[in-house]
């Protein structure tokens, strides 16, 4: 009976080793190997125990503390940051990659980030070096300052092959050196699947020192320093702004709807409109965008981050996240176009949406224009532009248009049906009053608590 109890341990004692030293049970967490990585990494048919050959204990030791440590990194991370990880669809994360992207557990010093250990880039894409980007920006010199916003900095530099480019550096404060190399992960990973004309162009970008884009430059900055600047020599033309208008519109169209990946923006506004030489815009800041995955029909965020007056209803009351919030900012966008004020006034912080909603309920063409433009507007242009924006800034998300629709009215398909759909979305939201979370008279009054609470 001794023998029997002893030959009992020393089998179940065998199994517990055999399954102990399985780095990673069926496979759950296998990486997909290459072919130029099968030296280095193994397929799922090898993880099972394989009585004709076995592995060195320091092998096994390696791949489950590799396994440990990858566990923990993820546990570490939200889902947000966790989804910036495969960042280019063409690019396959072989074990021997992951290695250099997973985070090392020991800290590093201030401002120096290791971004192989993250990223595979575009072969288009430039690594820059920080003295590069002092060379190119005198120091960072506060004179080649061309933007700055809670989140970055923005410096006109020339590279030495001459070409003139937009470096944007990173100035969010963080608790963690890991959560602004998430941030900034984040916006690289979106910029890598963005491909239009009219999205802002990476150049490349630095990890050396800081955090930091290199972009093409837009020669004629931003379309708020060209609406709200003070001179009248680079006020733009209505031609342009109707060809500023197409042109977000299309970028949006792609962003939602022919990205390789679902993209809300969640930060549309004249400031982040770009124009190119030729007045071509350019949609840019992709810090705050959400990817949106094909089976989810809105996110819901915490905290809420923005613009004031381009923030939907839906958005700033309860977190909800779709294409209808970028919907809602470019409607926003548009009033800016027609008019020529910020989307809230300086002097009396008034929103442009609650000024404008009256005139455009009675087409009131010459009260809403800017009047810098004096007479020399496409009125059917500029009232089917109107009516547009109308439909976009809907205090109900349903009612509002998608963006493929709103790219065919800009461009004159569907006028004779757009004042009829207008109607009928009225009558809906009017049945449906009692159905939706905020009535028109609600959305301005929370509108304005919102308001005072962000003023005071």
Known sequence: MAVEEMEKKKTKGSNEKTESEDPSPRCVLEIPATSSDSDNSSSCSSCSPDKSSSSPLSTTATNGRQWNKMIESIKKKSIRRFSVIPLLASYELTRKNMRRKQPKLSPLPDNVFDCDQFLVAKPSWRNFTYDELVAATDGFNAEKMIGKGGHAEVYKGVLPDGEIVAIKRLTRHANEAEERVSDFLSELGMIAHVNHPNAAKLRGFSCDRGLHFVLEYAPHGSLASLLFGSSEEECLDWKKRYRVALGVADGLSY??????????????????????????????????????????????????????????????????????????????????????????????????????????????????????????????????????????????????????????????????????????????????????????????????????????
């Open 255 to 456: 962003l939602h709807n022919d990205c390789p990946r679902r993209i809300i923006h969640r930060d549309i506004k004249a400031s982040n409109i770009l124009l190119s030489q030729d007045y071509e815009a350019q949609i840019s800041d992709f810090g705050l965008a959400k990817w949106l995955p094909e089976n989810w029909p809105h996110h819901i965020v915490f905290p809420i981050e923005g613009t004031f007056g381009y923030l939907a209803p839906e958005y700033f009351m309860h977190g909800i996240v779709d294409e209808k919030t970028d919907v809602f900012a470019f409607g926003v966008l548009l009033l800016e176009i027609i008019t020529g004020r910020r989307a809230v006034d300086t002097a009396s912080r008034q929103s442009i949406v609650m000024w404008a909603k009256p005139l455009l309920e009675k087409s009131s063409v010459e009260e809403i224009v800017d009047p810098k433009l004096g007479n020399e507007f496409d009125e059917t242009e500029m009232k089917r532009v109107m009516q547009t924006a109308s439909m976009c800034i809907h205090h109900v998300a349903a009612m509002r248009p998608d963006m493929n629709r709103l790219v065919q009215l800009l461009r004159g398909g569907g006028d004779d049906r757009l004042a009829e759909t207008q109607q009928i979305s009225r009558r809906k939201s009017l049945d449906g009053c009692d159905l939706q979370d905020h009535t028109s008279s609600s959305y301005l009054n929370d509108l304005t608590r919102h308001r005072q609470l962000l003023m005071e």
